[in-house]
C-alpha cells in the first residue's frame, strides 16, 4: 500500500514538473518576443526612452493577460524574477513613473511618499499590471501604499523615546493599519486618483491598444 502511495506521489511530482517545464517555455518565448534578447535586459537603462516605454507597457500588458490566463503562478514569477534579476523593477517602473508622479502631483504629495509608494506598487507585478487597467483597482493599490507609507513613516521616527511614545506610537500604527483605514481613504482617493488615471490615458493616446504584445491571443 505505501508503496502505491510513493509511486503514485513521485508519478505526480513527474507531471507537475514536466507541466512546469512546458508553461515555463510559454513564458519565456513570450517574454522574449517583446523583450527581444537577454542583452535587452541587462542594458535597459541605456535604451532610447521611448524604447524602453514600449517594452515596460507591453511586458505589463503580457504578464496581465499570463495572469487572467492562469499561468503565471508564484513558481513562474519565481522564474520571471531570476530571469530579469534586478532589472525588473527597473523595467516596470519605466512604465508607471509618470502616472505616479502625476497622482502625487494631484494629492500634492513627493519625496518619502513617492518612494514608498513606487516600493509598495513594484513588489506585486501581477497586482500592478491589473491595476492599470481599472482606476478603481489603482485606487485600492494607491490607497494600501499610502497607509504602508504612514506605518514607515512612524515607526523610522528617531529621536523619540519613553513609554508614553511608546505607547502613542504602537495605538497609531494598530489605527493606521487597520482596514477601515485603507477602505475609508480609498473612497475619498477615488475621485482624484481615478481623473489622473483618466487623464493620463487620454493623453497617451489609447496607450492600452499599444500595450498588446503581438503575440498575444
Known amino acids: 500500500m505505501l508503496e502505491k502511495q510513493v509511486r503514485k506521489a513521485i508519478l505526480e511530482a513527474k507531471d507537475n514538473k514536466e507541466k512546469f517545464l512546458i508553461e515555463e ?74 502616472l505616479v508622479n502625476s497622482i502625487l502631483g494631484g494629492l500634492g504629495l513627493s519625496g518619502f511618499f513617492k518612494n514608498a509608494l513606487m516600493s509598495f506598487i513594484l513588489k506585486d507585478p501581477r497586482r500592478l499590471a491589473k491595476a492599470l487597467k481599472s482606476c478603481n483597482e489603482l485606487t485600492a493599490l494607491v490607497s494600501e501604499a499610502l497607509v504602508e507609507a504612514l506605518v514607515m513613516m512612524v515607526q523610522e521616527q528617531q529621536g523619540m523615546q519613553g513609554t508614553g511614545y511608546t505607547i502613542l506610537r504602537n495605538t497609531l500604527l494598530g489605527a493606521i493599519q487597520d482596514t477601515k483605514v485603507v477602505i475609508e481613504l480609498q473612497d475619498k482617493l477615488e475621485d482624484t486618483v481615478c481623473g489622473v488615471y483618466n487623464n493620463f490615458n487620454k493623453k497617451a493616446s489609447n496607450v492600452y491598444e499599444k500595450l498588446k504584445p503581438e503575440v498575444a491571443a
Not at 66 to 81: A, H, K, P, T, V
Open 25 to 98: 517555455n510559454l513564458v519565456k518565448t513570450r517574454i522574449f518576443t517583446i523583450i527581444e534578447s537577454k542583452e535587452v535586459i541587462d542594458n535597459f537603462e541605456f535604451l532610447p526612452e521611448g524604447k524602453k516605454m514600449k517594452i515596460a507597457k507591453n511586458l505589463i500588458e503580457e504578464i496581465r493577460f499570463l495572469d487572467e490566463n492562469n499561468i503565471l503562478n508564484e513558481q513562474l514569477m519565481d522564474f520571471l524574477g531570476k530571469m530579469f534579476g534586478n532589472s525588473l523593477s527597473g523595467i516596470l517602473q519605466a512604465a508607471i513613473e509618470p
